[in-house]
């Protein structure tokens, strides 16, 4: 089974930073990535897939990059609504998997 | 805007059964896989497994799940057995976007739309 890692595990940082995360494959995947968005009490939200399209009504200062088995997330000027949890998702092979999250919160 | 209406919240003894419904709106079901993801308490996402109703195609990783589409109600069925206490979680099911694979016969998908959830606790 393809396992994700992803650092940080947790970061502080203020309105205004860039903030970037990484997600690493335990083998190759392509461009089969996701990453979803999830604040508390609340399901996930998808914001990029094939690794670095952004999904319907995100918004442009979240990108994506990456392919094989290194992918990112960038937040170029982190908001107030970004403190979060953000997880990454291969859909490459079955079982598709989660990473284990960064918690982005206020510095 | 999308809705997946999911059941309500449910209590189980360990070693039953619980079955959690997602109903997705007219049309989902013949375009798009329904996933099961869970959240235990304070946890990350798993993923529990999912179903291509088009194909009838379903992938599973635990031996205790069972998902089945109803294309009449548009209604997709996770049904949990063998219930332990750490299956405590709350269950979401979310829409995927299907993904032909490069190197296997097999669809994959990501999650665009997701339901509220549905809190399952195993407790004697």
């Known amino acids: 089974a393809i396992q994700l890692t992803q650092s940080p595990s947790s970061l502080s940082a203020s309105v205004g930073d860039r903030v970037t995360i990484t997600c690493r494959a335990s083998?190759?995947?392509?461009?089969?990535l996701a990453w979803y968005q999830q604040k508390p009490g609340q399901p996930p939200q998808l914001l990029i897939y094939?690794?670095?399209s952004l999904a319907r009504g995100v918004p442009s200062r979240f990108s994506g990059r990456g392919s094989g088995t290194d992918f990112t997330l960038t937040i170029s000027s982190l908001q107030p609504e970004d403190f979060a949890t953000y997880y990454c998702q291969q859909f490459y092979n079955f079982p598709l998997a989660f990473g284990p999250g960064t918690k982005v919160d206020i510095k | 805007q999308v809705l997946l209406e999911q059941s309500g919240a449910e209590v189980k003894k360990p070693g039953s059964s619980v079955k959690v419904s997602c109903k997705a709106p007219?049309?989902?079901?013949?375009?798009?896989?329904i996933s099961w993801v869970r959240q235990a308490p304070g946890q990350g996402l798993e993923w529990v497994g999912g179903?291509?109703?088009?194909?009838g195609a379903t992938y599973y990783t635990h031996n205790r799940v069972t998902i089945i589409a109803d294309k009449t109600t548009n209604t997709v069925y996770m049904e949990l057995s063998r219930l332990r206490s750490e299956d405590t979680a709350v269950y979401y099911c979310a829409r995927g976007i299907i993904v032909p694979s490069d190197i296997s016969p097999y669809y994959f998908y990501y999650m665009d739309v997701w339901g509220k959830g549905t809190t399952v606790t195993v407790s004697s």
């Open positions: 094939d690794a670095s």
């Open positions: 083998q190759g995947i392509s461009s089969a």
């Open positions: 007219a049309g989902t079901l013949p375009t798009y896989a």
């Open positions: 179903i291509i109703p088009i194909y």
